[in-house]
């Protein structure tokens, strides 16, 4: 997998008993050492949600999946977005409106609504990604008939994942 120059990814495995945030927050800042981190929900302001990076000019995005943490960064554009999930999920052509939704169609979906900036606040039935392989594209349609298409089209590639998870990331 070759991604874009100017964008790194980094895996941690979690241990148990260990605070998943705490293996992310460690990958990131071997990733911008000059960098603080914080997360503040606009909804209810709690210390959870995208990461903003203060004291650095980076962009990052960070995801779960069990014994897991996945970090993104790049310092040469504006929106990231990273997912990781189990490769064998289930369920997610209910979320997805597809019968034939696997685990990385998922993490794609989800790193392009992370990169958007708004998460899942956007219906993911709303993303559309085009390709079947890596490199992809993907454009979020509009929520009706009436509303003006997205303008961005985002590109996005698999990742590398360890065994039994799936990942992609995702860049405007």
């Not at 460690?26 to 209810?44: D, I, K």
């Not at 995005?61 to 289930?90: H, I, K, N, Q």
């Not at 169609?105 to 039935?125: H, I, M, S, T």
Request: hydrophobic share 45%; charged share 25%; with cysteine.
């Amino acid at each position: 997998m070759t991604l874009p120059t100017g964008v790194v990814v980094a895996w941690g495995e979690v241990p148990a008993g260990t605070a998943r945030r705490a293996v992310s927050r460690r990958l990131l800042a071997q990733l911008v050492p000059e960098a603080r981190f914080a997360s503040r929900c606009p909804t209810c302001g709690g210390d959870h949600g995208r990461v903003h990076v203060e004291g650095a000019d980076a962009v990052v995005s960070v995801s779960y999946a069990p014994g897991w943490a996945v970090v993104a960064m790049t310092r040469e554009r504006t929106r990231l977005g990273v997912d990781t999930a189990p490769g064998g999920a289930r369920g997610l052509e209910r979320v997805l409106a597809d019968a034939t939704a696997t685990a990385i169609d998922w993490a794609r979906v989800e790193a392009v609504l992370k990169a958007d900036g708004r998460g899942l606040a956007v219906d993911p039935a709303r993303v559309e990604v085009r390709g079947p392989g890596s490199p992809w594209n993907a454009v979020i349609r509009p929520r009706t008939p009436d509303d003006a298409p997205s303008s961005i089209v985002w590109r996005g590639w698999d990742l590398d994942a360890p065994d039994g998870l799936v990942a992609a990331v995702a860049l405007g």
